[in-house]
């Protein structure tokens, strides 16, 4: 057997796929070999198995009709957690491919090996099954959920655990499975139900007590040799018991229905040990304990799920640094990085917006359940969690963040995209966030996320937009390793529309789109027309928005787009339809009873009507003449009165025809009183000077 598993990979691949994979099988029964043969071996096997999938649908017969149940076990048994790690995870790969070439006869011998070993009862074979149960939960979670709630395993672990002589591997394997069990919530309630009490009294344990209670019970204890520790739990076991009481803390059994002779009460249960007990312990166990780093970062992932801890976490500036060094130097694509992010997730996030219908729903709803009106806990309020983003950004996020944004997973990715987004709320970090790195980031996790991953293109999408809101684009995109500014206006062109998917239509992402843009268009010609080519049907789209502020948004955008002479004439000097119509719109909104769209409507029309073909587009409105001298009598601005003079000087100047038309129509039009009227309103210098430039253009020989 030894001589034929040794064969070397040439020989291998030139066997059928059934007999490479008893070959592999062989190799790995026989023991004795070096991790990296190992791995190997189990590198291969999970390639076939894949592959299986595959061939089977082809017609081909499954590799998966050779693998009894002494070649499961090898599997599986690799799974054992006093394996090395690098075997442990290949195993997990191989146990994961091996399951779905099997189908049910896969599941099948799975639950017989579990079974097998539970009822042999000894503690290797309680290591093996509790290991094996904790690694397959995310991969088969009903099969594992069913393996662990069959009748009398769960209530069979308190006497295990509470065994007067203690085995820290099985106490271990134990607690990880039931730290992997708590995903499943039938589970973790089957878990709150059996193990909470023995849960407490290992995190309870007090070594200096137990030894005395063991002195106390057997003077003659000190004459055994290793007695005292093997029967106190370890630190490490203490660990893994409160992250999975914060599990339980932090996400509450709800029970799917009351049994009978139940009420809805719950449970009265003696636990002493609360989800802040609980986060200091994890807390202290960062800053004075980083062996067990991972538990800890596990264990603060849940309990900064509860706003109190989130608030304290956050006010502790030791812990933070601690927290954000563990993130600043754990392994990429790692449960370490993931968790840490979680935890800065919880930190940092905000409430989601209501509109007034869902927080009068909200309120019926409290009250149909007898509790009143619901009272939001203050510390989820905007401004504490913007007093705990400006901590976490204070201590150095940024930078950390953008590292692990280069090579990180996708789930990593999206964590770290939500909290820039929560950190670009708060307008004074903007500017610093640009500088960190934050745009490139955003840029890049855009172009990552797959089209269908919809909620987190928008996310990073919106959180480049509030920066690039509030930072000059000259500084954001140039450097000594400059950003193309024009990769810029996809991301934020996918957010000028509402999310369709969203039961709510929320205006603040396009708003905030339309305003980045204007940001962007008062650069260059070259960045105007890339605006334009990517995104202007939905801008004009959005200068019928109901909305005021997002229509002002957009006509303040056309408004610095129209600055291109190219731009300006392709869009409204064209002579056709759509031209004619969108000077209609611009027009239109000249005349609106909001100021601030006057203003910015009245600066389009300045910057327009400097050629000849936009002017005879205006004079040919019927209403055109009247709602530019509209602009000049504003009673609000003097802004707008200036706006409108200079559109009035720039008719009057047109060349030929169309500038002896436009003085006809603006005279009958009323322009002698409205300039008139602006010189009396109006104060400043400019604005008077400029009037008397335009009644000498009105009053002279064309």
């Known amino acids: 057997m030894a001589a034929v598993a040794t064969a070397s990979a040439p020989a291998l691949e030139s066997l059928g796929r059934h007999d490479q994979t008893l070959l592999l099988f062989a190799g790995l029964m026989e023991g004795g070999k070096e ?19 595959e061939l089977v649908k082809k017609g081909e017969q499954t590799i998966t009709s050779v693998i009894d149940s002494d070649c499961v076990d090898t599997i599986v048994c690799y799974l054992d957690m006093r394996n090395p790690e690098i075997v442990r995870a290949h195993a997990t790969l191989c146990t994961s491919a091996y399951l779905k070439a099997s189908g049910e006869e896969g599941s099948r011998h799975l639950s017989e090996f579990f079974h097998a070993r539970v009822r042999r009862g000894t503690y290797d074979d309680y290591i093996v099954a509790f290991c094996v149960a904790a690694a397959i939960f995310p991969i088969v979670p009903d099969l594992t959920s069913e393996l662990f709630l069959s009748e009398g395993f769960i209530a069979s672990l308190g006497p295990l655990m509470r065994r007067k002589w203690k085995s820290r591997k099985v106490e271990t394997a134990c607690l990880e499975m039931l730290n992997a069990a708590c995903m499943h919530s039938h589970c973790r309630e089957a878990v709150q139900k059996y193990c909470i009490d023995w849960l407490e009294e290992i995190v309870d344990q007090d070594p200096d007590n137990a030894v005395r209670a063991m002195y106390a019970t057997d003077p003659d204890v000190h004459t055994q040799e290793g007695s005292i520790s093997m029967r106190q739990h370890s630190q490490h076991v203490q660990n893994l018991a409160a992250v999975v009481l914060a599990k339980l803390r932090a996400v509450p059994a709800q029970s799917s229905g009351n049994q009978p002779g139940q009420g809805s009460e719950p449970r009265i249960q003696s636990a002493t040990t609360s989800i802040e007990d609980l986060s200091k312990r994890f807390t202290k166990m960062l800053v004075d304990d980083p062996e067990h780093v991972q538990s800890s970062v596990e264990g603060l992932a849940y309990a900064s799920l509860r706003p109190s801890v989130r608030d304290s976490l956050a006010g502790d500036k030791e812990s933070l640094t601690r927290l954000l060094k563990a993130l600043e130097f754990a392994p990429s694509k790692s449960p370490l990085t993931y968790g840490a992010l979680s935890i800065f997730v919880n930190l940092t996030r905000y409430q989601p917006r209501e509109t007034e219908e869902q927080k009068r729903l909200k309120q019926l709803k409290a009250y149909a359940n007898a509790a009143g009106k619901l009272q939001a806990d203050p ?133 905030e789109a339309l305003l980045a843009l204007t940001n962007l268009a008062s650069t260059d010609n070259d960045t105007r027309r890339a605006i334009v080519r990517t995104a202007w049907d939905d801008i004009e789209e959005q200068l019928f928005a109901a909305n005021t502020r ?84 504003d009673a609000e601005s003097e802004g707008i009165r200036h706006r409108g003079v200079v559109v009035v000087g720039n008719m009057l100047s047109a060349e030929g025809g169309v500038g002896q038309l436009a003085k006809e129509k603006l005279t009958e039009a009323g322009a002698m009183e409205a300039l008139a009227d602006c010189a009396k309103k109006s104060r400043t210098p400019d604005v008077v000077q400029a009037v008397v430039q335009v009644l000498e253009l009105l009053l002279g020989p064309k």
């Open 35 to 53: 991790d990296e043969e190992t791995v190997a071996d189990m590198g291969k096997l999970t390639r076939l198995l894949n592959e299986d999938v």
């Open 379 to 511: 510390l989820t309020d905007d401004a504490h969690v913007a007093e705990r983003c400006k901590r976490v950004f204070e201590a150095g996020i940024t930078p950390v963040l953008v590292a692990h944004g280069r090579n990180g997973s996708a789930a990593s990715l999206s964590l770290i995209v939500s909290i820039v987004y929560s950190l670009s709320m708060t307008p004074a970090l903007r500017g610093q966030l640009a500088q960190q790195g934050a745009v490139r980031l955003l840029m890049g996790a855009w172009v990552t996320f797959p089209e269908k991953d919809d909620a987190a293109r928008r996310t990073a999408a919106q959180a480049l937009a509030r920066i690039l809101i509030s930072t000059d684009p000259s500084l954001v995109f140039g450097g000594t390793r400059p950003i193309p500014q024009a990769a810029a206006i996809r991301p934020l062109a996918s957010i000028l529309t509402t999310d369709p998917t969203s039961d709510t239509r929320d205006l603040l992402p396009p708003f």
């Open 550 to 633: 997002v229509s002002t948004a957009a006509v303040e955008l056309v408004c610095n787009i129209v600055q291109s002479p190219d731009e300006a004439l392709s869009l409204f000097g064209d002579g056709s339809p759509r031209a004619e119509n969108r000077l209609r719109v611009v027009l239109a909104l000249a005349d609106a009873e909001d100021a601030k769209t006057r203003s910015a409507a009245g600066g389009a029309l300045a910057a327009l009507t400097g050629y000849e073909a936009v002017v005879g587009a205006v004079v040919a409105q019927p209403r055109g003449p009247a709602v530019v001298l509209g602009l000049c009598r």
